[in-house]
């Protein structure tokens, strides 16, 4: 029980319960009990901060939208809220205003363009209305994805987020790893946004094929540059598909420069493709590498859940074994407890357990611990990403790997448990009516 002095065991107790939450609960709201206090302290406090902290952790859209808004009339420098929480509603004018108050705000950041952009693709995802190829999609999107490639910068707004996490986690006092860390699960950009910008970049291509065709190799190197510009400007959060674009884009551009005989242009363009190629192999290859590394997290959130669940267990069983002697003694008094050898093997061997589960859980957690506390204390985030991925496997509850949906687990979990149930009510009759048996056999 010392190990509960410990406040990263007292952490990490918790942590190796909550794969159970999801089984028991079935509510999106069983994660966030602390979350609901920290936003009626915000409310009170006028904290903006707070309820911006809030506002990207809400489950519920509206909500979000209300707390960020709150958070915005307190403090209008956190208008960048809203490129965080904003919700493709059914009724356009309410997000346009919030994008609009975004674009006013930074002017020059194409973020609220592409948000525009997805909002529209879910529009037509819910009206069974999608467009098989991207020369059919409508001006609105056009519009808006033109203005996201002429926008000179893409600010995501996620190191903002970091910092105002840091500040409020110190602030209250927030040891929930979970929502610690629940800004590094953001990329920043809206979910669409990379194939949105591929489809773009793929339209701006074949418009400028057409006109180099017609002889206006003028406007075909405007169309090139504009692909070659935002998949600068994007980077690697674009994805392989706009990584590809962005070298289809300077390969156009070195043949122009070849046919016009510029042949220092055509080297630089040839050398800036073939660093758009290496740069994307080494982001494949760094893809694969963090799903290879994925294997220590995977192994260490196994044995924190498998820690939690056989603490559990013999701590039940250490207690089983102490009301069985207390009932067969019938008196608390020590002097009149009998205590049988199986009761002594049992609850020597179950504390032994409970001891060996309770370290092997510290052991386990304590560097994810360390790591969260180096991020809160001083920002130093180069483990934020291993500790992601152990949360991550946390939440799968152990036996689940195997089911592709999870709430195909939780119903055979829950069957299995009624079966129990009505196997020990089975034999709990049965041996109701063999003591009535042998009562009157002996009458």
């Keep these: 029980m010392l190990f509960f002095l410990a406040p990263a065991f007292r952490q990490a107790f918790r942590v190796s319960q909550t794969q159970w939450h999801y089984v028991l609960h079935m509510d999106p709201q069983y994660r966030e009990p602390g979350l609901a206090a920290l936003a009626r302290r915000a409310e009170q406090k006028q904290d903006a901060e707070a309820l911006v902290f809030v ?5 519920e859209a509206s909500e979000r939208v209300r707390l960020a808004e709150e958070a915005v009339r307190l403090d209008q420098n956190l208008t960048w809220v809203y490129a965080m929480v904003y919700a493709c509603s059914p009724r356009p004018s309410e997000l346009d205003q919030r994008v609009q108050k975004l674009e006013r705000w930074d002017p020059q950041n194409a973020l609220p363009y592409l948000i525009t952009a997805e909002c529209i693709d879910v529009d037509q995802v819910i009206r069974e209305k999608i467009p098989q190829r991207a020369e059919d999609e409508g001006p609105a999107w056009r519009s808006a994805l033109a203005a996201a490639f002429q926008s000179p910068k893409l600010d995501t707004y996620v190191k903002r ?4 996490d840091r500040r409020v986690v110190f602030r209250y006092g927030v040891d929930d790893p979970y929502q610690t860390v629940e800004s590094e699960y953001l990329c920043g950009l809206p979910s669409y ?6 489809r773009y970049a793929h339209l701006l291509l074949e418009s400028g094929d057409m006109l180099e065709a017609r002889g206006d190799r003028k ?5 090139y540059w504009a692909v070659a510009r935002f998949g600068q400007t994007i980077g690697t959060a ?9 070298q289809e884009a300077y390969k156009r551009l070195g043949a122009l420069s070849q046919k016009e005989r510029k042949n220092e242009q055509a080297e630089l363009y040839a050398y800036l493709a073939g660093k758009a190629d290496q740069a994307e192999k080494e982001e494949r290859a760094s893809f694969l590498q963090r ?3 994925g294997t220590v997290s995977r192994w260490n959130a196994s044995v924190v859940r498998a820690s939690g669940l056989m603490m559990l267990f013999f701590a039940a069983l250490v207690l089983v074994c102490v009301l069985s002697v207390t009932a067969k003694g019938r008196s608390l008094r020590l002097s009149a407890l009998r205590v049988s050898r199986l009761a002594v093997t049992l609850g020597i061997g179950s504390a032994t357990g409970l001891l060996l589960s309770s370290a092997l859980l510290y052991m386990s957690y304590r560097p994810y611990a360390e790591s969260l506390q180096r991020f809160v204390r001083t920002g130093e985030g180069s483990q934020i990403r291993e500790l992601n991925e152990f949360l991550d496997y946390t939440l799968v509850p152990l036996g689940a790997q195997g089911f592709r949906n999870r709430m195909d687990f939780v119903f055979y979990f829950w069957l299995g448990v009624t079966a129990l149930c009505v196997v020990a009510l089975l034999l709990m009759a049965a041996r109701h009516f063999q003591n009535r048996r042998q009562a009157k056999a002996a009458a």
């Design 219 to 223: 406007s075909a190197v405007e169309k």
């Design 55 to 59: 506002a990207v952790r809400h489950w």
């Design 193 to 198: 946004a990379a194939w949105d910008s591929s």
């Design 291 to 293: 799903a290879n590394d």
């Design 161 to 164: 987020l970091k910092e105002l």
């Design 238 to 246: 674009g994805g392989f598909m706009m990584s590809q674009r962005l």
